[in-house]
């Protein structure tokens, strides 16, 4: 099977990297719009700001999402590293995985819902008992994720755990 070189490995270490950090970043960057929203009255402003979110989380979290995924993949495959020689590469995999279905099928959805109320109801939206469920949910669960995530970037410096598979000198 084709390995990657050394020059191509550090390559491949700053695509996924940057990619990582600009997936990171998205997330935080949709807590700091939940955070300017708090507080506001004006639909159209509070319109424009979960368009803001939306189109951040398209643009740039699922891109970055699925780019992680990909770059993450390559180097399973194609350096010594593998999927799930360490714990922390399994324990990567699945929050990888998890993040990418949870904002599939609960975050992605919630989000085009508090988009659309809010685009349809302008000013009653903050009245609205579907819109303010699903920001609450959207507010709660994406704090969590992102604070996943960011754990999941220390993992992957620290690299912590021993092997699967101890010597069995000790």
């Not at 929050?95 to 109320?117: N, R």
Request: hydrophobic content about 50%; glycine content about 10%; proline content about 2%.
């Amino acid at each position: 099977m084709y390995r990657l070189g050394s020059t191509g490995q550090k390559w491949l270490k700053c695509a996924h990297l940057l990619i990582a950090g600009a997936w990171v970043g998205g997330a935080v960057s949709l807590l700091v719009l939940y955070l300017v929203k708090r507080g506001l009255s004006d639909g159209d402003v509070i319109y424009g700001v979960n368009a803001s979110i939306r189109y951040i989380d398209m643009k740039v979290v699922v891109t970055c999402a699925f780019g992680s995924l990909i770059t993450g993949l390559v180097y399973s495959l194609f350096t010594g590293w593998g999927f799930f020689k360490q714990p922390w590469q399994a324990v990567k995999w699945l929050v990888t995985v998890s993040a990418i279905v949870f904002g599939t099928f609960w975050l992605g959805p919630w989000e085009a819902a508090m988009t659309d109320l809010s685009d349809r109801l302008r000013d009653a939206a903050l009245t609205d008992p579907e819109y303010l469920a699903n920001q609450a949910r959207h507010l709660w669960f994406g704090l969590l994720q992102t604070a996943t995530l960011a754990a999941t970037v220390v993992i992957s410096v620290l690299k912590p755990w021993k092997r699967w598979r101890r010597d069995s000198r000790g």
